[in-house]
């Protein structure tokens, strides 16, 4: 019967995407290559000085994108530092320096990493004005991004120009994020959650005791976080909270939104460079990989040990009963596959198998199905590794969708894959070897051992792979650690953009190229290489730690 519900919800969940396939991902890509502007657009356009129709090298898109992101990152940084003068601020104090600092790196780069609770941290003008808004902004960098790389790869005049940053950025928001946003919140306050600016109040509980009723603009932050694969909660629960995710129909529509860019997005890349096969390599992949986790987490979850976890079923521990193990796993799974980031239960009180595939999940590189518009372009990265590969293999020239990988193209994507392992494992080295540093992550790590180990690990990679969800028990807000995850977070962002948006201009000076490939890109043959390709980039550079912290907690008991 538990298999039946785990089945019943994926199918349920899968037939929604699959519906919803064509029409998102055509409607995507005529919103990035239509040539008309809405009124409204142009008004912005007059307003910030922009030229709509002028086209930008990938050096001039990644300036305007670094720009916009600083500019983003210092006002959002004197919101926080002076969020006591503003309107309700509910007697919120200004966010210390450390603090604000990790804070504001973490929703300028789309991860959402919280080192604070909410409720106790954060006015209502600092979370709808601040972090709302960097939530639409921060997805519609990724989106842009993402086009940008499509682009290159769809132009076949030797053309540089990769459209306008401002373009995408605006069309993004006004004409993808805010309106599906919309119709979530709406759906999210008929489900219960909250909306409001009533101050907390506290009521007395039939126990007899105080409990303290928290309020807030809700629903429309809860949209936007979990449709833009952002992740940072309105209440320190996050989606466990019953304000927040209050039935189980809400934690599926929730899922639902964290899946709905990066499932879809393959629809856009095969409209756009003219070869829907394209599109459904790159979905089956995600597809496949996204599988792979879920079925193995929901079994470790089923199968926990103890005789408790037997009695109930399965290990319900840190999970909400309304939610149940399948509401929780297929959360799970959706948002560390995703740049997501949100919980609806509390990682570190899996099994320590079943920490040990959310884990893995991260690990792969945010490509089951990563997050929206960071995901596709992580995926065409290793899928130019896999083709590259295979035409050694068969000793052909490698080319892609009508470009050549030549010796610039492999340089940029093997660097690449190797940005999240090294800013994870090295962050990691470097903090363990600093004596200050180290003593500060112990005494912040919540269980001694290879639990403690696995908090810390999920911490780094959590930062630099841009997720944000956490294993808990690891108490970050420490001066130390929230400044050494806020440079990780940030060098996580920004350094594989700065390389997707090189490897997008470098496409876009070539022409046509024909594939002289006997292996179709798009059948299962391949589709199963490129899977295998991405676990084996995956896994090993992490296996000691693995061997040190899941496998070790989950042997010895």
Known sequence: ??????????????????????????????????????????????????????????????????????????????????????????GMGPMSPDLAFNTVASFVANTNWQSYSPEQTVGYTAQAV??????????????????ALIRGIASRGGRSGLGNFWVDLVRANLRILLPISLLAAVLLLAGGVIQNLAAPVEIETVAGLTQTLPGGPVASQEAIKMLGTNGGGFFNANSAHPFENPT????????????????????????????????????????????????????????GAGTAPKLAGGALEGKEQRFGIVGSTLFATATTGTTGGAVNSMHGSYTAFGGLMLMFDMMLGEVAPGGAGSGIYTMLVLMVIAVFLTALLLGRAPVYLGKRLGTQEMKLVSIAILVMPT???????????????????????GNEGSHGLSEVLYAFVSAAINNGSAFAGLSANTPLLNVTLGIVILLGRFIPIVLVLALAGSFSLQGKAESTLELPLHRPQFVGLLVALIV??????????????????????
Do not use: C, K
């Open 423 to 445: 800013l994870a494992i090295g962050g990691i080295a470097v903090s363990f070897a600093i004596p200050s540093v180290q003593a500060e992550i112990v005494s912040s790590m």
């Open 248 to 303: 189980p129909w809400t934690n599926m529509l929730q899922t639902l939104l964290l899946l709905l860019i990066p499932f879809t997005m393959p629809r856009t890349v095969g409209t756009m460079v003219g070869d829907q096969r394209a599109g459904y390599a790159l979905l089956a992949t995600m597809a496949v990989l996204f599988v792979l986790v879920y079925v193995p987490l929901t079994g470790f979850e089923f199968a």
């Open 1 to 90: 019967m538990n298999w039946w519900f785990a089945a019943t919800a994926f199918l349920t969940l899968a037939l929604i995407l699959a519906l919803l396939y064509r029409p998102l991902g055509d409607y995507m890509a005529w919103v990035f290559t239509s040539d008309r502007h809405w009124r409204v657009e142009r008004f912005i356009y007059r307003l910030s000085g922009v030229d709509p129709d002028r086209q930008q090298s990938w050096r001039g898109y990644l300036t305007s994108i670094l720009a916009f992101s600083l500019i983003g990152f210092v006002l959002l940084y004197l919101l926080l530092r002076t969020q006591q003068f503003l309107p309700y601020s509910l």
């Open 536 to 557: 084996f980039i995956a896994v090993p550079m992490f296996v000691p730690y693995l061997l040190a912290g899941p496998f070790a907690e989950g042997f010895v008991r």
């Open 130 to 147: 601040g972090l709302t808004v960097q939530n639409f902004v921060s997805t519609a960098v990724s989106m842009a991004v993402a086009i």
